[in-house]
């Protein structure tokens, strides 16, 4: 009987002591633990939402031009609007939401799909005399977005608005055919472009142009009987005014890099030349060339002179021509990779 | 034997006023760190959730300097943030030693898509002169623009 009764009380309180447990288990603990995991879960959703966010927003791409309204080619453009040209470029819907001239801000509301270009209504400038304007895009997922054709200029002495880049942009838009691109200036093909083959998406070249002026831009689709037409008509061509008094180098940098490449070839095949006729005389062959024998007679050291006076002023001749922005048609890189060629085969045949 | 049962009842009588002391003294302990341990752990709960969302918020953060301008006949800067996240930020700008708004306990609030302009900060730079712009929010996020004068 006294067995009994102790056991039962420790039992109760056991029980007890287990019950409060499971409850503080049930109703404190697991809802805590609850409570932190869907913390845990909104921060892991929130963070993926992010992500793609991110991800959407570098994948953001716009290509667009700021220009002057220009309603008939015939007429002056308005000075005062400026149109923009905006192309979706990326793989992703662009939403505008702003666009910045200077400081003056013109909210829009413009949705662009991918590979979709619209052009937005124009929008008020306040002109001022020589004047910088820089205009931008902004869109909805933060990104910023400059005009292609860079800073625009104002100024009344030069007919209104001009770009320091001198560039002619000729956008084709999505249209089948081949087409061909001719910029003349004065008579003379500045600038020129031949589609491959049938064009399935817009063609946009940009031709540098190196001297303010009007050019004629004639734009013209292959048609397969009557050959190349004007798809201007009835223009044969576009007179562009390209006013600006600052000169371009994005075309010179160009040509500078294929100068310099084949200037070092031609530097290279020399070298390589000389080795060969100095081991060959030294072996008490003969060299061939008469001006050359000549010079070496006179004094060996003659001869690897004279190539270093004529890299020195084929450098000197390239370094003129980038920088007078000449026509850049003529094409010096040409004539020193055909010399360094020549070079060669002169080592090629001595070998032999 | 009547008394030998008389003890006997009395005893019951203390066995159960003890079991009923015990439980009550279990209850009483046993609702207490009940009471402790729910109390505790939902303020740990609310604090961890409200930490886990201040981070979230923090992460969130999404703003950047859309647009500068100088204008240099008055030696003026001005600064537009555009807060393209989902959460509302507040932001102060830093242009050299220059901080805007000044004061310590001051910021520019900016509800969440909403772009604001800043208060206009002098500012004598030269032309060509490189700027770089720091705006940085409550909350420890950065964002930089580099700016020339033009």
Do not use: F, M, Y
């Given at each position: 009987m006294r067995t009994t009764s102790s056991s039962f009380r420790r039992g109760t309180s056991t029980v007890m002591g287990t019950l409060i447990f499971v409850g503080i288990i049930f109703t404190a603990f697991i809802p805590m633990l609850f409570v932190m995991r869907q913390a845990d879960t909104l921060h892991e959703i929130r963070k993926h939402e992010l992500g793609i966010l991110d991800q959407e927003r570098a994948r953001e791409e716009i290509n667009f031009y700021a220009y002057p309204l220009?309603?008939?080619?015939d007429e002056t453009p308005d000075q005062d609007e400026l149109i923009l040209s905006i192309k979706n470029e990326g793989s992703v819907p662009i939403k505008i939401v702003n666009v910045w001239i200077n400081d003056e801000e013109h909210p829009q509301e413009v949705n662009i799909k991918s590979m979709e270009t619209i052009i937005l209504d124009s929008l008020p400038v306040i002109l001022q005399d020589l004047t910088s304007y820089t205009v931008k895009v902004v869109t909805e997922k933060g990104n910023v977005f400059s005009s292609e054709a860079g800073i625009l200029y104002y100024s009344s002495s030069v007919d209104g608005w001009y770009t320091p880049s001198l560039g002619i942009c000729v956008h084709i838009d999505n249209f089948k055919g081949r087409y061909q691109i001719t910029i003349i200036k004065e008579a003379i093909i500045v600038g020129y472009y031949l589609s491959d083959?049938?064009?399935?998406v817009d063609i946009e070249e940009i031709f540098w142009v190196d001297l303010p002026g009007t050019y004629f831009v004639t734009i013209e689709k292959l048609d397969p009987v009557l050959g190349w037409v004007s798809v201007i008509p009835p223009y044969d061509a576009y007179s562009c005014l390209v006013a600006s008094f600052k000169a371009n180098h994005g075309r010179v940098r160009k040509w500078d890099i294929r100068m310099r490449l084949s200037l070092l070839f031609f530097a290279f095949c020399s070298a390589l030349d000389e080795l060969v006729t100095f081991r060959i005389l030294s072996l008490g062959g003969v060299e061939l060339n008469p001006r050359v024998a000549w010079l070496i007679s006179i004094n060996p050291l003659l001869y690897p002179l004279a190539d270093i006076a004529v890299i020195a002023i084929a450098y000197v001749v390239d370094r003129l021509l980038s920088k007078s922005l000449?026509?850049?048609?003529?094409?010096?890189w040409l004539i020193w990779t055909t010399t360094g060629i020549a070079r060669l085969l002169c080592v090629a045949l001595s070998l032999a | 034997m009547k008394e030998r049962e008389r003890l006997q009842e009395r005893r019951a009588f203390s066995t159960v006023l003890s079991v009923l002391i015990i439980s009550a003294v279990v209850l009483a302990v046993g609702g207490g760190i009940w009471a402790f341990s729910q109390s505790a752990m939902t303020i740990s709960s609310e604090d961890y959730a409200e930490s886990v969302i201040n981070m979230t918020d923090t992460i969130s953060e999404r703003f950047i300097v859309e647009q500068v301008f100088y204008y240099p006949d008055t030696n003026i800067l001005r600064i537009w943030i555009f807060n393209y996240g989902t959460v509302d930020i507040e932001v102060k700008v830093q242009v050299k030693d220059i901080?805007?708004?000044?004061?310590?306990?001051e910021w520019i609030e900016i509800p969440s898509k909403d772009m604001k302009p800043f208060p206009t900060i002098n500012l004598d730079a030269s032309s060509r002169e490189e700027l770089n712009i720091k705006a940085y929010t409550k909350r420890g996020n950065n964002a930089y623009y580099k700016f020339f004068v033009p």
């Open positions: 220009e309603e008939n080619p083959h049938d064009e399935h000449v026509d850049s048609l003529v094409g010096t | 901080i805007c708004p000044s004061a310590e306990d």
